[in-house]
């Protein structure tokens, strides 16, 4: 039987389908645009055309499927209503379960993010951790959860939710900017660095991806999947600089003119459509730590980060370097 990826066209989805492939496993996948799919149809996946928020499409998409892996999400973009994150992130989810329960699928993965935790006050934050999510992204990811332990119930199908943080590696452009400012010597620093930030390594998280799916004791449960290292920003700046070959930066710049400007920013530019130029989501990337323990999928599913943050920092500048990218 298939096993269905959802959301193949980016990073996460992209790599996971790969992984899966290489694993000798039958790959399909659901994408809106076949164009941007034609390197995964090349690699010999099955493509489905349609849409989350479609119905008939996840019918299409889950028939004869044992597993379904649902990493599509509707990520941060300006000018969007509340209306469409919900409708990906959480009420597709729901339905994505239900139409998943009736064509016999054995188990669905759903991703989430670590990002439902908002701001850790008492690091490392485990999966029973309180639950602050602090913008529309995260807002939907929350109800997601809910809504697919909901499903999952009234259906009698197994659910497991993954917890990803700090997703990173060959090919990724969300830690781009941070890469490639250290190792142009150009990288902003606000506030102190001293707050944590907890980085995955991609090829760890598809395994623990796979784990999720195929570990028995993993049904209805919640796992934070995340690296092995936990450094504070300052650490890690000054590690990839040191990968790099570049001097770290040492210049801190107070928080508040930014958050302020921000502020401003998204006041003028998100109610016609425009990305803005600086936001606040992007200076509380200097402010909020992100640290999580792992124990519990450590425990439960024998999950075990392989790459180290140095080797791991290495594979993905190197990427970068070779494809132009820095």
């Known amino acids: 039987m298939a096993e269905l990826v959802t959301g193949a066209t980016g990073f996460t989805g992209g790599h996971l389908a790969r992984t899966l492939m290489a694993r000798g496993r039958r790959v399909r996948v659901l994408v809106r645009d076949r164009r941007r799919a ?18 008939a499409s996840l019918e299409r998409a889950v028939a004869g499927v044992e597993r379904v892996y649902n990493i599509a999400a509707m990520y941060r973009q300006a000018g969007l ?28 993965v759903h991703c989430s993010t ?26 939907t990811k929350v109800e997601g959860e809910r809504l697919a332990l909901e499903a999952s119930q009234r259906a009698g199908i197994e659910v497991t ?19 490639r400012g250290v190792a ?16 995955t390594y991609i090829d760890d998280l598809c395994e623990g991806f796979r784990l999720c799916a195929e570990t028995p004791a993993g049904a209805g449960r919640t796992y934070i999947l995340a690296g092995g290292e936990v450094t504070t920003l300052n650490e890690l700046v000054n590690l990839v600089a040191d990968v790099a070959g570049v001097k770290p930066p040492t210049l801190h710049l107070p928080v508040w003119p930014f958050w302020l400007a921000g502020a401003a920013c998204e006041a003028v530019c998100a109610p016609i459509g425009i990305e803005p130029p600086l936001y606040r989501r992007r200076v ?18 024998g999950y075990a980060p392989q790459v180290g943050l140095r080797d791991g920092i290495r594979r993905t500048l190197d990427w970068y370097r070779q494809h132009g990218w820095l």
Request: proline share 6%; charged share 30%; no cysteine.
């Open 38 to 55: 034609t390197d995964l149809e090349a690699a010999g996946m099955e493509l489905v055309e349609g849409d989350l928020r479609d119905r």
């Open 81 to 108: 209503p509340a209306d469409v994150y919900r409708a990906v992130n959480a009420l597709a989810v729901r339905d994505l379960i239900e139409v998943s329960a009736r064509a016999g699928v054995k188990r669905v």
């Open 114 to 139: 670590v990002g439902v935790h908002g701001d850790v006050e008492h690091p490392p934050a485990g999966e029973d951790a309180p639950l602050k999510p602090g913008d529309v992204y995260q807002e």
């Open 161 to 179: 939710i993954a917890r990803p943080s700090g997703i990173y590696g060959p090919g990724d452009r969300r830690l781009l900017k941070l890469f």
């Open 184 to 199: 142009r010597g150009r990288f902003p620093f606000l506030g102190s660095g001293n707050i944590y930030y907890h980085l």
């Open 284 to 301: 509380d990337f200097y402010t909020k730590s992100r640290a999580f323990d792992i124990s519990r999928a450590r425990a439960e599913l």
